[in-house]
Nanobody, 117 residues
Framework: QVQLVETGGGLVQAGGSLRLSCAASRSIFGSNVMGWYRQAPGKQRELVAAITNGGTTNYADSVKGRFTISRDNAKNTWYLQMNSLKPEDTAVYYC???????????WGQGTQVTVSS
């Protein structure tokens, strides 16, 4: 089992920045994709950004140019740097890791991000 612990959420004004972190409880072996998802009230959970072992990234169109995902494999940790935040970015953000071979997902507990206008 792998536990994921997220930190870094909070309340910020529009135009501000936040950095989310997700730490895994142990090393993850094999091909995997680390990602961030979000779920706003009344909406489905959506992918925000993802990064592979090799560093290939993928972003939702709504966050391109504002958010940056990165990973530190030595620390079993990945990050989401969020700049130029907008009220529509308000959501609970979940970190995720998908093990490619098994297609198994691990999820964090979620952290609230609130952007005030």
């Amino acid at each position: 089992q792998v536990q994921l612990v997220e930190t870094g959420g909070g309340l910020v004004q529009a135009g501000g920045s936040l950095r989310l972190s997700c730490a895994a409880s142990r090393s993850i072996f094999g091909s995997n994709v680390m990602g961030w998802y979000r779920q706003a009230p009344g909406k489905q959970r959506e992918l925000v950004a993802a990064i592979t072992n090799g560093g290939t990234t993928n972003y939702a169109d709504s966050v391109k140019g504002r958010f940056t995902i990165s990973r530190d494999n030595a620390k079993n940790t990945w990050y989401l740097q969020m700049n130029s935040l907008k009220p529509e970015d308000t959501a609970v953000y979940y970190c995720n890791i998908r093990i490619i071979m098994s297609q198994y997902d691990y999820w964090g507990q979620g952290t609230q991000v609130t952007v005030s206008s």
